[in-house]
Nanobody, 115 residues
Framework: QVQLVESGGALVQAGGTLKLSCAFSGSAFEFYTMAWYRQTPGQQRELVAKIDPFDDIHYGDFVRGRFSILRDNSKKVVFLQMTNLELEDTAVYYC?????????WGQGTQVTVSP
């Protein structure tokens, strides 16, 4: 059974940086496509970034080069490095693991960007 635990969410000023982590518990991490999503109240979750087992990466259009996703298969962790944060980046950020149509979500971590 897969468990995902996000950490690193915080209150940060606009223009600042933040690094989120998602710790994966379970087996075969290296075969999972890992992703970060975010959600604001009343809105659907939207894809921030995803990385597949071959390190192919896709970012949401709003990222515009500001974020980077990275996985460490040896430690079973996926990171989201965020720079030049904007007010609109305020959201709960969720980690997602996807393998052969089995999808698991973390509990989320709050990122708040202040003026």
């Amino acid at each position: 059974q897969v468990q995902l635990v996000e950490s690193g969410g915080a209150l940060v000023q606009a223009g600042g940086t933040l690094k989120l982590s998602c710790a994966f518990s379970g087996s075969a991490f290296e075969f999972y496509t890992m992703a970060w999503y975010r959600q604001t109240p009343g809105q659907q979750r939207e894809l921030v970034a995803k990385i597949d087992p071959f390190d192919d990466i896709h970012y949401g259009d709003f990222v515009r080069g500001r974020f980077s996703i990275l996985r460490d298969n040896s430690k079973k962790v996926v990171f989201l490095q965020m720079t030049n944060l904007e007010l609109e980046d305020t959201a709960v950020y969720y980690c997602r693991a996807d393998f052969s149509q089995n999808i698991d979500w973390g509990q989320g971590t709050q990122v708040t960007v202040s003026p």
